[in-house]
Every structure is written in C-alpha cells, then in structure tokens.
C-alpha cells in the first residue's frame, strides 16, 4: 500500500546537515534504477554527494543480476554518488560503511535489531530487510567513482513480493506492525551515511569494521559460505582491511573470501 509520506528532496534535506553528502537531492517518480541514473548523472558531471532517489524502479536491480522488487511509494529506493580518494582495491570498504549506516538507521529509526549479514545485506528477524548494490564507476574526465545504491523495504505487505521470496523477504511494516514514515527514515538513513562517510575519510576504515562486526551475529561462529558452486564450511572470525571475510576452517585453514553466500550454521543459503 502506498503511504503518504511521498519522498521530498527540500523535506529531506531540512532533516540534514550535510558534510559531504545530500546537500543536493533529486527525486523521481520513476526511474528504471537510481543506480542506472547515477551512471546518467556522472556521465553529465554529477559533484560528490548528490543523491537520486525514486518513488518506484521498474528495473531495480540486486546483486547477481537479480531483480530489487520496488513497487511505488512503498520502499526507499536511492543512490549517492561518491568520490572518494582512495586505491581501487579498498572501494569494498565503501559497502561495509553504507551496510553500518543502514542498520544504525533502521534500528534508531524503528527501535528493531536488524543485523547486517556480509557482503552487504540487512536482515531483519532472520530476513531480508534491506540490500546494497556497490557500483564503480568513472565520470567523462576520469575521476573515479563509487554509486551506493540502497533499498528498503519499509511499507511492503506480503503480497508485494514474489511467492518465492516470502520465505526470505520482509520490510518493516511486516515487522512492526507499522507503516513507516519514509521520507523521514531516508533522511535518517543520508545523517548516517554522510557521517560515517565524513568519519571515514577522517580516521580510515578500522571503526567501520568494528561496528560492522558488532551490528552482526556471524562472528564466532559456524557458517557456510556458497561461491561459485562450491561450499565452503567454517567459522567466520573478522572482516580484513578490503571487507573480506576471513573464515576458519575445520582442518585450521584461513580463509579470505571476497565474495560469496553466506548462511549461519552449516545450511545452504536459498537467498
Ligand atoms: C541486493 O541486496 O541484492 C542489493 C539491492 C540493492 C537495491 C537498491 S534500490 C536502489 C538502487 N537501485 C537499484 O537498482 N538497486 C539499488
């Protein structure tokens, strides 16, 4: 069901002291994905910070090619162009902080416990919630650039989504019993993202990985991890430096995995 809490950049942006990011926000009815027009507005000579945000994506899109369902007025559905000034093998390290700043919105916005699950998922109560979708990317003059795209599913009802992923998917509403304001949850959600990104350039990513950790149950114990068709069994014991997960493995090996699907337990993940 739509909500009437229709997504307004100047409402927004009232909510917002911006330090490097949301001083300049634009919203769409529709969009075929933020990401995709992120790619359009760098093309144009999109600045640091901007940030795209849609009412609805009729090709919203989630990691592995698959599809990010975004019927209207329902999700938070944007993107943030950032350029920041760093090796290409750290931009990971963008993702785990736009994962940290989702779950400290959420769980302040929604008083809720969702906990981030790598690479860059938010689960709540055991389901999806919420995903990233890391993209680089190089404006006309060859600047580098990494678009964060995130989706919410805050005002979902069951029957948005697909048969298949109600077993796996859920949003806020479903929850908690209660319609979320969107708009103010999105301002909440760019407060969090502009400063840990602030705080990022600042002092590096150790504190990033640290309340990535904290704001996840995986750590210290048993998972399985699922990349390329093999299944890999172990412990999950940190995040490295780049955002990899280092795992344990039964015979004592360690492992860096870069990519990967995990579930807790020694299940296979179905999502
Ligand atoms: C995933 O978990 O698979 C990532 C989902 C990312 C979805 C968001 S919605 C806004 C932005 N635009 C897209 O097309 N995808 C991301």
Redesign the pocket.
Known sequence: MPDSSRMDAEKIKKNLHPLRLGSKILVFDTLD???DQARRSLKEGAQEGLVLIAES?TK????MG?T?V?PPQTGI???VILKPPIEPEHLPQLTLLAGVAVVQAVNKFTHTKAQLKWP??ILLNGKKLS???SEYDAAPNGEKAVII???VNANHSPADFPQELLPFATSLKIETGQAIDRLALAAVLLGHLDREYHAYLKDGIPAILKKWMQHSDMFGEKITVTKAGSVIHGTATKLDDNGRLLIRTANGEELALDSGEVSLGSNSPKA
Do not use: P
């Open positions: 994905s933020t990401n994506q919203g899109r989630g990691r698959r990010w975004s559905y944007l993107s860059n998922d995903g990233i979708l795209g995130i989706g």
